[in-house]
């Protein structure tokens, strides 16, 4: 079983910073990818960030210049650098996660519960 658990998320003004961080545990095998999605209300999940074991990043157009997404493959960690934040940037983070376990034969996505991220005067 293989546990995703964010953390960091919380209310910032316009044009400050936050740092998310997502820390996968459990009978892991392989990561392949760590990626951070947003769903905001009313709207449905989109991609901001992810990055794959073979060093390829993708961003959202939206976040591209303002969101830094770094991994620590020693502790199974993902973090997510949002910079210049806007009131748009407002969601409930997520993080994802491409696993394989020790007794699974291919790999899975795994989801935490998600943080929340506000951004407002």
């Known amino acids: 079983q293989v546990h995703v658990v964010e953390s960091g998320g919380g209310l910032v003004q316009p044009g400050g910073s936050l740092r998310l961080s997502c820390v996968t545990s459990?009978?892991?095998?392989?990561?392949?990818?760590m990626g951070w999605y947003r769903q905001a209300p009313g709207k449905e999940r989109e991609l901001v960030a992810a990055?794959?074991?073979?060093?390829?990043?993708n961003y959202a157009d939206s976040v591209k210049g303002r969101f830094t997404i770094s991994r620590d493959n020693a502790r199974n960690t993902v973090y997510l650098q949002m910079n210049s934040l806007k009131p748009e940037d407002t969601a409930v983070y997520c993080c994802?996660?491409?696993?394989?376990?020790?007794?699974?034969?291919?790999?899975?996505?795994?989801w935490g519960q998600g943080t929340r991220v506000t951004v407002s005067s």
């Open positions: 990055k794959f074991s073979g060093g390829t990043t």
């Open positions: 459990g009978s892991i095998a392989n990561i392949r990818s």
């Open positions: 994802n996660v491409d696993v394989l376990t020790l007794y699974s034969g291919s790999y899975y996505s795994a």
